[in-house]
């Protein structure tokens, strides 16, 4: 059975620019759930979707923002790149909120 | 905000030696999660605990939470090499355990030398 896949591995983009993150869950699993994770930070939680709607955000602003497709798969888009978002994006999915979530390798998102 | 403390940040040690690393907080957590997380890779779960007093053995780790369900410690016996990663605790504010109210300790970062 397939993880948790993202795409890219890496992405590199200059500050101003856009960065689209993209997440596939475990299959059967609706909920999809996008942290943070910047050095010396720890993991913050960014958002959760679950059945196509976003449920919750973190502490980010605005220009953080995603979406999850009809296949539960998930987009994490962020505009207007900051050097300081430079991070490990982590997406993790569960079959509801109450169970295990399983995390995928992450992207390196590096602003340069 | 509920903060976990994990202590020691850094950690190196010889294969053969056992080790314990802490998970401190001021709040009480209903539940708590430890993960490894090895490089290029997304954390993985190792263990629940919810009990105060709790104690859990996975193979050659074994996982305490506090009685008052505010820290958790995390022992090895007899590192061995597959056992680096950075090693981090998680705690659940409620019982209902919503995976997205998850606070995050920054984590150990452990390296088992040869």
């Known amino acids: 059975e397939a993880g948790v896949t993202q795409s890219p591995t890496h992405l590199i983009k200059t500050s101003g620019q856009q960065a689209t993150l993209r997440c596939s869950p475990i299959?059967?699993?609706?909920?999809v759930y996008w942290y943070q994770q910047a050095l010396g930070l720890g993991l913050q939680f960014l958002l959760w979707?679950?059945?196509?709607?976003?449920?919750n955000r973190g502490n980010f602003p605005p220009r953080f923002s995603g979406r999850q497709f009809p296949n539960y798969s998930s987009e994490l888009n962020v505009n207007a790149l900051e050097l300081e978002d430079s991070a490990l994006y982590l997406c993790?999915?569960?079959?509801?909120?109450?169970?295990?979530?399983?995390f995928g390798q992450g992207t390196r998102l590096t602003v340069v | 905000t509920q903060l976990l403390e994990q202590s020691p940040q850094f950690l190196s040690i010889q294969e053969g030696e056992n080790l314990t690393v802490y998970c401190n907080s001021s709040?009480?957590?209903?539940?708590l999660q430890w993960y490894r997380q090895e490089p290029g890779e997304g954390p993985v779960l190792l263990v629940t605990?919810?009990?105060?007093?709790e104690v859990k053995k996975l193979k050659r780790l074994t996982f305490q939470f506090g009685d008052a369900r505010k820290d958790s410690s995390l022992h090895i016996t007899a590192a061995q090499t597959g056992d680096t990663g950075l090693y981090l605790c998680?705690?659940?504010?409620?019982?209902?355990?919503?995976?997205?109210?998850?606070?995050f300790g920054k984590g150990t970062l452990l390296t088992v030398n040869p």
């Open positions: 605990v919810v009990t105060g007093g």
């Open positions: 998680a705690g659940a504010a409620d019982s209902g355990g919503s995976n997205y109210k998850l606070t």
């Open positions: 979707y679950d059945e196509g709607e976003e449920r």
């Open positions: 299959s059967g699993h609706t909920s």
């Open positions: 993790a999915s569960s079959f509801d909120t109450n169970t295990e979530a399983f």
């Open positions: 709040s009480v957590f209903s539940s």
